[in-house]
C-alpha cells in the first residue's frame, strides 16, 4: 500500500467525523463546555503525538486504535510494516486536524465578526481584496484567544512561532500568494537556522539573514521544525475555512521522526527508586535538609500522581473534607491557578502516608493562602520550574538517579502505572489524575459520579514498599 493511499483512507474517514461534527454542531449550537474542554485535551494529546511524545490513548497506547482502523478498513497492513508506522503518524496528525478544526468550527458560533483583516486595492481586474500576511496572523490570533483555543504558555509560543513566519515572508505579503513552493522555502531556511537560538546571547541581535548566513554547530531539530510548521498549517487551514485561500500550502510539509513507544519516554520510578527519594526528602542529603517547599512539594507528587503545577499551587483552602475524607481539591477558581482540561478539575484523597509523615500540621501552618508561596511564576513553566529544577538538576544526580526518562513528572507515571498494576479500574486511575477518556469516539469525564470513599480506597492501593 502506498503513502498517499494510506492518507486518502485517512482523509475520507475524518472528513466524515468532521462533516457529522459540524451537522451535529449546525443543529445544536456551540460545543458545550466540557465537550470543548474534551476536544482541546484531545487535540494537546495529539499535538504531542505528533512530535513523538505519546501516543492517542495514554492508557493503551496506539496498538488498539490501529487494529480497529486496519480492520474496518481491511488494510494490508500488519505490524513491523513500514506502513504500519505510517499509519500511526499519519493517524495523529489526521486526529490533530479534526480535533482543531471541529473546535474552530464551534469557535465561529461563537461570536459575529464584521470587521475585515485587509482591504481591497482598487487595482483594475482585482476581483478579491490582498490580505497582508500580518493582518491575517493577527486575525487569526484574536479568534483563537477569544474561542479559547490555547492557554498562556501555547499562545506565547504560537505568537513566537508566527512571528518568525512573518519575518521569512514579510509581514506585507498577500496572504493568498504563499503556496507550496513559498512554503518549502519557508521550511528550508527554518533548518538552517541555529538551535536554540531565541535562548544563546551569541544569537539575540543578530538579523535574520545573519542568523541564516552564520556557520553553527546543529539547526532547528526536526521535532522543533515540526512544531513550526504545525503552526503555520493552523493558520492556513483556518484561512482556507474563511475563504481567504484555496490551500493549505503547509498540509503535509512535516518531516518524518523516528517513532518510538511513549512508554520509552517516561520511566517510572521502582520502589527502591522511590524509597531513597522519600527516605531524602525526610532527611539530611549531604549535611543540608531539603526546603519545605521542595520536601512537601515532592512527597505529595509521589503519592497524589498529580501534575507538578497542580500541586505547586495548591493554597492552604484546597485542602478540604468531603463525606469524611480528607482531600486536595485542583481546580482553577482562584486568579492565578490553572488546570489543564476540565477533566482535570477533581478531587484528590490525601493519602494516609502523607497524613502519617504531618503533611496537614504543614498545611494549618501554612493557612489558607498558597502552600508554596516561594515557588515564582514563569511564563512558559508556570509554577513548576523551581521544583522541576531542583529535583531534576539537584535531587536526581544526587542519589546517582539522573536518567534521560527519569524526571520529576515521572512521578505521575509512577502512580499511575502502580494503580493499573494494582487492578485499579481505569475509569478510577483517570478520576485521580484528572485524565480523559481519549479515545477517538468518546471523551467521558470520569471524576464525576466516584464518591471520595471510592476514591481513597483506590489511591490507597499505592505503595512503595511492594
Known amino acids: 500500500m502506498q503513502y498517499q493511499e494510506l492518507r486518502s483512507v485517512l482523509q475520507q474517514h475524518f472528513k466524515r467525523m468532521l462533516t457529522n461534527q459540524r451537522r451535529k454542531i449546525d443543529q445544536s449550537g456551540p460545543l458545550s463546555a466540557t465537550d470543548k474542554a474534551i476536544f482541546e485535551g484531545s487535540q494537546s494529546i495529539a499535538e504531542h503525538a505528533v512530535l513523538g511524545k505519546g501516543d492517542l490513548n495514554l492508557v493503551e497506547g496506539d496498538e488498539p486504535t490501529l487494529a480497529a482502523f486496519i480492520d474496518r478498513y481491511k488494510l494490508p497492513i500488519q505490524p513491523g510494516m513500514p506502513q504500519y508506522d505510517w499509519l500511526r503518524a499519519e493517524l495523529h496528525k489526521a486526529y490533530r486536524d479534526y480535533c482543531r478544526d471541529t473546535l474552530a468550527y464551534s469557535a465561529s458560533l461563537d461570536s459575529y465578526d464584521f470587521s475585515e483583516p485587509g482591504e481591497p486595492t482598487g487595482q483594475p481586474g482585482t476581483t478579491a481584496p490582498l490580505i497582508p500576511l500580518r493582518d491575517a496572523v493577527d486575525h487569526f490570533m484574536r479568534e483563537g484567544l477569544r474561542s479559547g483555543l490555547w492557554r498562556e504558555r501555547s499562545e506565547a509560543l504560537r505568537r513566537s512561532q508566527l512571528a518568525m513566519l512573518l519575518r521569512l515572508v514579510g509581514e506585507d505579503t498577500d496572504l493568498a500568494s504563499i503556496h507550496k513552493p513559498e512554503a ?37 531539530g526536526v521535532s522543533t521544525l515540526n512544531d513550526y510548521l504545525n503552526t503555520y498549517s493552523m493558520l492556513f487551514a483556518w484561512a482556507e475555512r474563511q475563504g481567504y485561500v484555496q490551500e493549505n500550502p503547509f498540509s503535509g510539509l512535516a518531516l518524518p521522526t523516528a517513532k518510538t513507544s511513549s512508554r520509552g519516554k517516561r520511566k517510572a520510578f521502582s520502589d527502591d527508586q522511590l524509597q531513597l527519594i522519600e527516605r531524602t526528602l525526610l532527611t539530611e542529603l549531604a549535611g543540608r535538609t531539603p526546603k519545605p517547599s521542595h520536601k512537601w512539594a515532592s512527597l505529595i507528587l509521589m503519592y497524589t500522581g498529580a501534575r507538578a503545577g497542580e500541586v505547586c499551587q495548591l493554597r492552604g483552602s484546597d485542602i478540604q473534607a468531603h463525606d469524611g475524607v480528607t482531600c486536595l481539591s485542583i481546580d482553577e477558581d482562584e486568579e492565578g491557578k490553572r488546570i489543564k482540561t476540565q477533566a482535570s478539575k477533581r478531587l484528590v484523597p490525601i493519602h494516609s502516608r502523607l497524613l502519617e509523615l504531618g503533611l496537614l500540621e504543614f498545611i494549618r501552618a501554612s493557612g489558607t ?98
Open 184 to 220: 518549502r522555502t519557508v521550511s528550508d531556511r527554518l533548518q538552517r537556522l541555529p538551535k536554540n537560538m531565541n535562548k544563546s546571547p551569541a544569537f539575540r541581535d543578530k538579523s535574520l539573514d545573519e542568523l541564516l548566513g552564520m556557520e553553527h554547530g546543529s539547526g532547528m
Open 369 to 466: 493562602g498558597r502552600l508554596f508561596p516561594d515557588y515564582t511564576y514563569s511564563p512558559n513553566y508556570g509554577l513548576s520550574k523551581n521544583l522541576s529544577t531542583w529535583f531534576n538538576e539537584q535531587l536526581l544526580p544526587k542519589l546517582g538517579l539522573k536518567a534521560p526518562d527519569i524526571v520529576l513528572h515521572s512521578l505521575r507515571h509512577t502512580m499511575n502505572t502502580k494503580l493499573h498494576h494494582a487492578d485499579v479500574p481505569a475509569s478510577l486511575v483517570k478520576a485521580i489524575t484528572g485524565h480523559t477518556d481519549d479515545s477517538m469516539s468518546t471523551g467521558t469525564y470520569f471524576a464525576a459520579g466516584f464518591k471520595p470513599r471510592q476514591l481513597r480506597e483506590a489511591i490507597e492501593r499505592f505503595s512503595i514498599n511492594k
